[in-house]
């Protein structure tokens, strides 16, 4: 079987375990991006076809919203908090750091792919901030130390 | 052991797994409970010991020190009801949060769960309706909008579906009241989405999540599966009610589908864009059928209404404000956490009395209550009431009652340029005030930065044509963080200006 057409099979079968549901569409991509790690653009007329939608209705939707990636991302993804009682705790300081020692700006993924550096706009850790998140792990009260640990292990 | 986000991100489980290895090693058995958190961030991890006096605590708990808990020390609290931050708090909402184990339904219904729907079920719909409405309980999501009136209209809708939305999309900086029930005490939640179900005759709910809450929406999901096989939900509404069931559903980060026009969008599988009203969601909403929309907080307190009567409620708060409002303080402050209490409290009390000042130690310069569309409160205004009113005749917010501290190394300028940027990222770009203004202003912003005393001006201007211009509270409020950052802190606008020259 052909790795495309195992794709078809396989978003096929993400397609049927969601019908009968009410706007299923957000669903479906959640679980394709599961699946796969990324929304592939060879999906979106798949998907399209299999939910009875336009291919520019697909599109736009998963080109809307942030959580959905188009390319797949490095082994590890590590986010970092950037809204306001983050920065309050000095997490401008330590995102800024995590830049310059990963040698990426926001949403890049370093050449070796191991790691994406994302920006989020809060956790809901905000009494225990800086907050930061490495591979769904939550990290509270974020410091040198703390973060020189998880940049040690988002390294390979 | 809390089981909480907060906590867990503090090291809960790191605490869970040594607490274990030294019971072992002195050859006790532990019986141990997750809970949801107390709301006192700064003590997390919490571990309390069942004591015949009354629940033990001892934190912030770290792995090397689990010994304490066994034999005493320094991070030994007492009994946690008797700490100063529980006994001044008038916890109705949160009543059982960190109390019981989520999804224990006895445990639930030992500390008055399901009274509040027992009783509802006795009642007829109009006076069902009339005890919200007595209640003068304001939505909590940010608007304030009386939750009674919005479910007399959809009550008074008709059509062959209806439903009641859970917005839990919580993404105001500085919030976070409704995960800390979601995952501390779930069932209280879907009480309250019930209640609403059989009142306005909605047949299914949805509880649209964000997805960066991971905690809970396992903890919702779970909660929902627990209710469903127990009979609270399903076919017929705790045995003997008309038919409600409710499914979770998950955001995909983006936060202005926490506005409600826009959350419907995001659960018919749309971009998530901004409608027009009218028409209302209470008469045109999911799939242009009547809909309750409410925040999480606001339907968890239902219940409390129902148990103790409308009356009790409304017996708390001031003005225009009744009953209590969940305080989430955080950002650069001694003790962060959630405190609920009767609105009415200063600003100034919160921050210096409760929050104990600035965890850095140094003078509070701002603070910002509402969220990213949010003032920024200068110490002047310490003197503020936490009302909705008095919050809107000093220039603010009170949104979902996200407080954020900032010290005296706060820039506000930047703070300014922030509220613009986050505007930039997260428009639904359906008016151009919004998703233009908002690229514009950070320019502005930069300018001033520059040195260039007469983009001050046009900054107003902006704000202006933002304010006036823009269909959702995103575009509209963005102009509040960053006029009362020019208003209240000129000296950060001014500062660049006065090296350039
Ligand atoms: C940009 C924007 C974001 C919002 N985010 C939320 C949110 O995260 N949670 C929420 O309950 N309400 C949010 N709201 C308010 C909702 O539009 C709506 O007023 C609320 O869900 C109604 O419920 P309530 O009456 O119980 O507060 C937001 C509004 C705007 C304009
Ligand atoms: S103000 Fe902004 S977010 Fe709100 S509807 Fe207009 S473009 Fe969309
Ligand atoms: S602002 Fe960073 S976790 Fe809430």
Known sequence: MSGEALDRARIGEIVAAHQGMEGELLPVLHAVQAAFGHVPQAAVPVLAEGLGLTRAEVHGVVSFYHDFREAPAGRHVLRLCRAEACQAMGGDRLALAAQEWLGLDWHQTSADGAVTLEP????????????????????????????????????? | MPLDAAARACGAEEVVAALQAEAVLRGITLDVVRNGSRGMVWLEPLVEVETEKGRAGFGPMTAADVGQVFDGGPLALGLVEDLPWMKAQTRLTFARCGVIDPLSLADYRAHGGFVGLERALGMGVEARLADVIASGLRG???????????????????????????????????????????????????EGMAIAGITVRATKGFVYIRSEYPDAIAMMTAAVDVAREAGVLGASVAGSGPAFDIEVRVGAGAYVCGEETSLLNSLEGKRGVVRAKPPLPALEGFLGKPTVVNNVISLATIPVIFERGAQAYADFGMGRSRGTIPLQIAGNVARGGLFETAFGMSLGDIVLGLAGGTASGRPVKAVQVGGPLGAYFPPALFDTPFCYEEYAGAGGLVGHAGIVVFDDSADMLAQAR????????????????????????????????????????????????????????????????????????????????????
């Open chain 1, 120 to 156: 989020v706009f809060c956790l809901g850790l905000c009494a225990c901030a800086p907050a930061a998140q490495v591979n769904g792990r939550l990290v509270g009260r974020l410091d040198d130390e703390k973060l020189a640990a998880l940049l040690g292990g988002v390294r390979s």
């Open chain 2, 418 to 501: 922030f509220a613009f940027e986050f505007c930039a990222i997260e428009s639904c770009g359906k008016c151009t005030p919004c998703r233009i203004g908002a690229v514009r202003g950070v320019e502005t912003i930069d300018r001033i930065a520059r040195g260039e005393a007469a983009a001050v001006p046009l900054l107003t201007d902006l704000c202006d044509t933002m304010k006036a211009g823009s269909l959702c509270a995103l575009g509209g409020f963005t102009p509040y963080p960053v006029m009362s950052a020019l208003r209240h802190f000129p000296d950060d606008f001014a500062k660049a200006r006065e090296a350039a020259e």
């Open chain 2, 140 to 190: 909590r999501g940010g608007a304030g909008f009386p939750t009674g009136i919005k479910w007399r209209t959809v009550a008074a809708a008709v059509a062959d579906r209806k439903y009641i939305v859970c917005n839990a999309d919580e993404g105001d900086s500085g919030t976070f009241a409704d995960r800390m029930i979601m995952e501390g005490d779930p069932f209280s939640v879907i």
